[in-house]
């Protein structure tokens, strides 16, 4: 008997994400951003002696701890070359107690991080929303960024209004989010119906942030930047690879061997049309093109 559709659990997500970022841009994209747009960002970031950066996310599933930390970690080394000699108080909201252990392990692997200090809540973001409503202080940032985090975001115009009442003056919100061209936004709006309802994040890409964003009246810039995923993986039967691309993909454990012949044929050939994907020397790429939106405080 041919075992019943389900979501991944937390551990099989990272394993499926893992084979995601092995054969995608991403990145390669955000350190491009990194490289050119972060330090011209946050160069007037400063005010004071004290330095705050927040990782203000609720990746429940969606973002693994260490891809995170490497990024953070990034962003930590470019606030560093900008303002050298500045103390850099850095709080990291994670609900995953795996992800916070990964993250943890970076920054004791990396001696260069001496003038910064590191705060871990294993919360959700609306978790860590609540305390701070409930404690009544109101903790201001010159930096907040959340990456690929809000599809599983319940509230998402309440999540942003409250992690922008966050920012210090003068401080940045950076929120990475797929781009509108990207395939993932052709495969949410023309073939929802090919993916399995297992997937319960919502199917949300940089119009949408946008539109909070014009409706709560605040400032913001948008960066596009191209990012591709190799897919070609998910079309050889039996392929591992391909398994857990497809199961990143769709949300769901073994999607390739639990759907229904007819699902899993109308999601592949989904995937194929030009609107997601192009042909590049014989190989499948799946467009993963990124939006970075700096809103100002």
Known sequence: MIPSMRSLTAEEYVEAFKSFLDHSTEHQCMDEFNKDQMPNIVAGNITTLCHHMSHKAEHASLLLGDFLAGVDLKMIRILQAVHPGVFIDNEIVEPNPQHVAAYKELVNQA??????????????????????KERGIHKKFDFIHMIQMLYRVEDIPSTIKFFHSCLDHHGKLLIIILSDSSGWASLWKKHRDCLPATDSGHYITCSGITEVLQR?????????????????????????VGGRMMDFL???????????????????????????????????????????IVVES
């Open 111 to 132: 001696p260069d991080l001496q003038n910064v200090s590191f705060i871990w809540h294993q919360l959700t973001s609306l978790e860590y929303e609540q305390q701070v």
């Open 216 to 240: 709560l009246g605040v400032q913001h810039r948008v960066y596009e930047l191209p990012s591709g995923w190799d897919i070609t993986e998910c079309f050889v039967e039996g392929d591992a």
């Open 250 to 292: 769709t949300g769901t454990k073994n999607f390739l061997g639990t759907a229904p012949p007819a699902l899993r044929r109308r999601l592949q050939e989904a995937l194929c049309q030009p609107e997601c994907s192009s042909t590049r020397d014989g190989r499948i790429i799946f467009s993963n093109n990124l939006s970075m």
